[in-house]
C-alpha cells in the first residue's frame, strides 16, 4: 500500500469558522509533511514531523495548526482563515533512513476555499 | 541553501515528438535529484529520482532524466509524448546529509497537442 489519504477533498468555509484536514498513510513512514500549493506554483513547505514530533514549522502563521497524534495520521487544524489560504493543500510523507533520497509519497490534496 | 530553476513554465509538444524538460540547480552540497508530475486536481506523482550512480535515470511512463554535474543540470526527456503526459512537471532537489526538506522549481506545465 503506497497510498497516502486526505479527506476532505474539498472544503469552503467561513472566515470565523473552524475545520480540520486529515492526512493517513499506513506505509510505516515516519515523516509526514504539509504542503500549501497556489495555482500554477510548486508545493510551499509549511510542517514537517519526524516520529510524531514537530521538526519544521516554516513561520506559518498561529491559524493553521499541526497535530501528529500518531505515526499514521496528521491533522491541520484551521481557524480564522483569510481568503488568501484559499489553496490546495497536499500532505506527504516519506521514510526516515540514515541513506538519505528518500521518495515523498503525495496525497491528492484538499482544495480549500475561504470566504 | 539549495535552489532548482525550470525556466521553460510552458512546453507545448506534438504528439508523438519528443520533448525534454529543463531543470538546473544550484547548491553547495551534494543532492539528490526529483522529477514528479502533477495531474490536474492531483498530488505529486514521482516519476524518477537520481541519487548516484548512472547518471541516465529511467523512470516511469517512457521518462528518462541526465544527470550532468558540471552544468548543474536534471533534464527530463520523452522520446515520444502522449496525449495524456500533459500535465505539471516538478524538478526538485534535496542535500544527502539528512535534511528533511526539498526544494522545488516553479514548474512546467507540459501541453500534448493532437
Known amino acids: 500500500d503506497t497510498e497516502v489519504t486526505q479527506t476532505p477533498k474539498h472544503l469552503v468555509m467561513g472566515m470565523t469558522n473552524k475545520k480540520s484536514l486529515k492526512c493517513e498513510q499506513h506505509m510505516g513512514h515516519r515523516a509526514m509533511y504539509w504542503y500549501k500549493q497556489k495555482a500554477k506554483k510548486p508545493p510551499e513547505l509549511m510542517f514537517v514531523y519526524s516520529y510524531e514530533k514537530l521538526s519544521i514549522n516554516e513561520s506559518v502563521p498561529s491559524r493553521f495548526s499541526p497535530e501528529c497524534p500518531n505515526s499514521s495520521l496528521l491533522n491541520l487544524h484551521l481557524h480564522a482563515l483569510q481568503p488568501e489560504d484559499s489553496a490546495l493543500y497536499l500532505c506527504?510523507?516519506?521514510?526516515?533512513?540514515?541513506?538519505?533520497?528518500?521518495?515523498?509519497?503525495f496525497g491528492p490534496g484538499t482544495r480549500l476555499l475561504v470566504l | 541553501a539549495q535552489s532548482v530553476t525550470q525556466l521553460d513554465s510552458q512546453v507545448p509538444v506534438f504528439e508523438e515528438a519528443p520533448v525534454e524538460l529543463r531543470c538546473n540547480y544550484s547548491?553547495?552540497?551534494?543532492?539528490?535529484l526529483f522529477w514528479y508530475v502533477q495531474y490536474p486536481n492531483q498530488g505529486l506523482q514521482l516519476l524518477l529520482k537520481y541519487l548516484s550512480g548512472s547518471t541516465l535515470v529511467k523512470g516511469i511512463n517512457g521518462f528518462e532524466a541526465e544527470f550532468n554535474k558540471s552544468q548543474t543540470s536534471f533534464h527530463l526527456r520523452k522520446p515520444s509524448v502522449h496525449i495524456s503526459d500533459t500535465a505539471e512537471y516538478f524538478c526538485a532537489v534535496t542535500g544527502t546529509s539528512g535534511t528533511y526538506k526539498y526544494i522545488f522549481g516553479t514548474g512546467t506545465r507540459l501541453k500534448v497537442l493532437a
Open positions: 506527504a510523507s516519506r521514510p526516515l533512513t540514515s541513506g538519505g533520497g528518500e521518495t515523498q509519497y
Open positions: 547548491s553547495s552540497v551534494s543532492v539528490y
